[in-house]
Structures are given as C-alpha cells and as structure tokens.
C-alpha cells in the first residue's frame, strides 16, 4: 500500500506561482512513476505531469508544457510539482497518484487532493 499527501495549494493571482508537495509513504515509492493529475469544478479529470522513478523520462499536458515543472526527491519520498504564470483555467483539485506503470499511466493509488485557486 501506498499512502498519498499533497499540500501547497491555495489562492493566487493570474500570472502568480505555487509549488504543490506530495509526500508518500509506503512501499515501491522509488521504484514507481509519479504523476500530478487535476479535476475542474464541471471537467474530468486529467493528467498534468508525470515523472519516471529516476527523473529521466518526463511527460508534461500541451496546456502546462513551459509553465509547470515536475520534479521528485526520491530520499524524501516527495514529488513536486512547480506552477508558473498561473492562470484562470489551471483552477482545480491537484491530486497525486502513482502505481507500477510507467510515465502517464493511471496508478492505484490517489492522494485527498489539493486545491489551487487563481484569481483573474
């Protein structure tokens, strides 16, 4: 099993930053992709970005490619996830997920999510 915590959302203004955290506990952490996925109030919910257990291989959405960056720590468990020029439709719930496929593959497990808010 393995367990999910993001935080570093909140509230910013268009063209502002936020970096979201995603600590994970459990077992496979470093053995396993990584992926930051978002869900809008009326959207389905989408892959953002997603990174292979050693960094090598990234995959970033056309919408955020240039402005958001991925990025993992695998001695801290943690996975980030860096947003630049913000804007209006990048408002969601930012949820981690990882499992044993590769890069851009749903895992099995989901963190509670995170909201970023931002304000035009």
């Known amino acids: 099993q393995v367990q999910l915590v993001e935080s570093g959302g909140g509230t910013v203004q268009a063209g502002g930053s936020l970096t979201l955290s995603c600590v994970a506990s459990g077992s496979s952490f470093s053995n396993n992709a990584m992926s930051w996925y978002r869900q809008g109030l009326m959207d389905e919910r989408e892959l953002v970005a997603s990174?292979?257990?050693?960094?090598?291989?990234?995959k970033y959405a056309d919408s955020v490619k240039g402005r958001f960056t991925i990025s993992r720590d695998n001695e801290k468990r943690t996975v980030f996830l860096r947003m630049d020029n913000l804007r209006s439709e990048d408002t969601a719930i930012y949820y981690c997920?990882?499992?044993?496929?590769?890069?851009?593959?749903?895992?099995?497990?989901w963190g509670q999510g995170t909201q970023v808010t931002v304000s035009s």
């Open positions: 997920n990882t499992g044993p496929l590769g890069v851009g593959f749903v895992g099995d497990f």
């Open positions: 990174i292979s257990r050693r960094g090598r291989e990234i």
